[in-house]
């Protein structure tokens, strides 16, 4: 069985009040999971979508055995590219940017990269504001997450 996780992070000011949201679509059900950050930024909102709903997937998982499989959907390319390409030469280099700084978020992307072990995910890049419908309902449960 497949399972459809669609997140998104927002900011209102870079930093400032953030909100993050995912979809989770299973064959049974469909989860909507939201919450907010008085002062964050973009990138840590859209970093903790993915988290949250790694960790809500994963509490799924022991209910639904038969879940073995994600396709997971963002239009963050900071964290499919993060995951996919950079975390690994990251690590490598003492979580140091190519051009030797600190990469930011680290904690996050550490447990980011614990989440994703052993799992089978695909990532996609889908472009934001672009008629996605699980995309833009991301988007707009992130906004409405944002605390005032």
């Known amino acids: 069985m497949e399972t459809k ?3 998104d992070g927002s900011c209102t000011g870079n930093p400032g009040p953030g909100g993050w949201a995912a979809i ?8 909507e ?15 903790t979508a993915t988290i ?12 639904q055995p038969s879940l073995k499989y994600i396709e997971m959907y963002t239009d963050s ?17 003492n979580w140091k ?9 680290v904690d996050l992307w550490k447990k980011l990269k614990d989440l994703v072990k052993k ?18 309902l991301a988007d707009k449960l992130a906004k409405q997450a944002t605390p005032k």
Do not use: C, F, P
């Open 97 to 105: 940017t190519s051009e030797k700084k600190n990469v930011k978020n």
């Open 24 to 31: 989770i679509l299973t064959d049974s059900d469909k989860k």
């Open 119 to 136: 799992k089978q995910i695909e990532w996609h890049w889908v472009k934001g504001h672009s008629n996605n419908t699980m995309n833009d």
């Open 5 to 7: 996780i669609y997140t």
């Open 52 to 63: 949250k709903a790694l960790e809500y997937y994963d509490t799924t998982k022991e209910k």
């Open 33 to 47: 999971l939201s919450g907010g950050e008085k002062l964050t930024t973009n990138n840590r909102m859209e970093l």
């Open 77 to 93: 390319t900071y964290v499919k590219d993060g995951i996919t390409i950079w975390i690994n030469k990251w690590e490598q280099n």
